[in-house]
């Protein structure tokens, strides 16, 4: 990589200067319909592109029909959609963002900076902080008639990023969610029950589809969507988890599509308070784990270990510190050093919402029982989950499935302020250096500062990441051009097509 980070952030010109080369040079598409499956509840069915969407199958139809300021890259991790370039100030507090030449609702109209400027502040509104990265809804104005501003209370290098996904624009004040009159690339032609069509918009301002229309059919299992990509009912199974894939390997009809690095099935104990506050137990279950054998046995040898900190896939991710490994004898002695109670009987709760996740609560249930602590797994319905579990429960697990950066994670899970802070860790060294390095003015003290977070989260953290797993796809031998980005990334199908 010949560009520094901090050049790639402000690089926005160069790259949209490329997307409108490439629109301008519109070709023709190769055809076909797309049946894709992905993974949703009827129940929780969610047309609001602003709001939680907690279906893999609406996250999918809601990318393909409205376009986010910035998206996945793989080199650049950020690359333009609706927002051409961007440019920072020298505090890295105010951040301008030219829209895309030629960008048009599916209606016809163009967009103006209004329409964007109103969905940004509407996105503040429904979603918080965490999904607009900006302490106020009048943060966010207009300058002249393409360029809009995100003002920052502090230094923030990271706004390109933070931006990716979900900021899709609306037309101002749209009230109605079922019409989906986006400017992506595919417009929607119909939606029932979470299944939906979607036609190509020959209209989009880049590069033209390849394909004519996506289906999309919701499943409700993992079962269910690996046997319709096998038995030949969908072209694309996404995100459908590594025994599907085991399953696929080898028949030539068919191909495995691995995202490295792309899920992280791990455990949050909570800091503050209960039975996992000292640091010394963390250490100890930390110890407890043996993290080949959850690798091997949850994503079924598709992935590798980790080492208790988030954001694997970060150039900045520290690989000098030591990698943790299952010692059961340390881990006995720093339970006895704290004092804790191995005759209780403590809660694991978990969820079936994530490929593995139910299996991997089970797994290392069993394995914290050598080291002497009783585990119950409680398996419970995500909504019941996140109405009384998350944020609230001493060890519960979590699935984080977009690898962005240890300083993303860092700001958002573990940051004192934050409204996610999952295992309520507060921890003013790790404060600062958080701060420090959204803030940082050269790379070098950048990865300065992103190393001494990533030791706190290691020495004193309340998560237990023992792997990440590959994200695994299905598809028919005929899909081309599938995306490898991990995360959501897997979402950008417009360069997809049949052969």
Known sequence: MTATRRQVLRAGAGLGAALLLAACAKGNSAGG????????????????????????????????????????????????RLASSWEPDAQHTRWSFTLAEGARFHDGSAVTVEDVVWSLRRLREVGG?????????????????????????????????????????LKQGTTDFTKAVGTGPFTLESYRQGNARLVRNDQWYGPAPKLDAIEVSLFESVDALSNAAISGQIDLASNVGAIAGRTAEGRGDLQVVRRPNDIALALAMRTSDGPFADARVREALRLAVDRDAMVTQVYSGYGGVANDILGTGDPLYDKSIPQRTRDLTRARTLLADARFDTGRTYQLYTKAEAAGEVESAKLFAT??????????????????????????????????????????????LMNSASNRNETAFHDAEFDAATTASLAAPTDADQAADSRALQRIQYDRGGYLVWGMGDGIDIASSRVRDLPTLGGFGRMQLERTWLA
């Not at 009048?138 to 931006?163: F, H, K, M, W, Y």
């Not at 009783?374 to 979590?398: C, G, H, I, M, R």
């Open 33 to 80: 319909t797309l049946r894709v499956g992905a993974l949703g509840r009827v129940s929780k069915l969610e047309r609001d592109p602003h709001a939680n969407l907690p279906n893999d199958s609406d996250f999918l139809i809601t990318s393909l029909v409205y376009d986010a300021l910035t998206v996945p890259g793989n080199n650049p991790n950020v690359v333009p």
């Open 367 to 412: 394995q914290a029982r050598e080291a002497g602590v009783q585990l119950e797994v409680v398996v419970q319905e995500s909504n019941t989950f996140y109405d009384q579990t998350w944020l609230k429960a001493p060890l519960y697990t979590v699935n984080w499935g977009t690898n962005d950066s240890t300083l993303f994670y860092a700001a958002k």
């Open 129 to 169: 902080e965490s999904k607009m990265p900006v302490s106020r809804p009048e943060d966010i104005t207009a300058d002249g008639s393409n360029r809009i501003v995100l003002q920052t209370t502090s230094p923030n290098t990271q706004i390109p990023l933070l931006v990716r996904l979900m900021t899709f624009t």
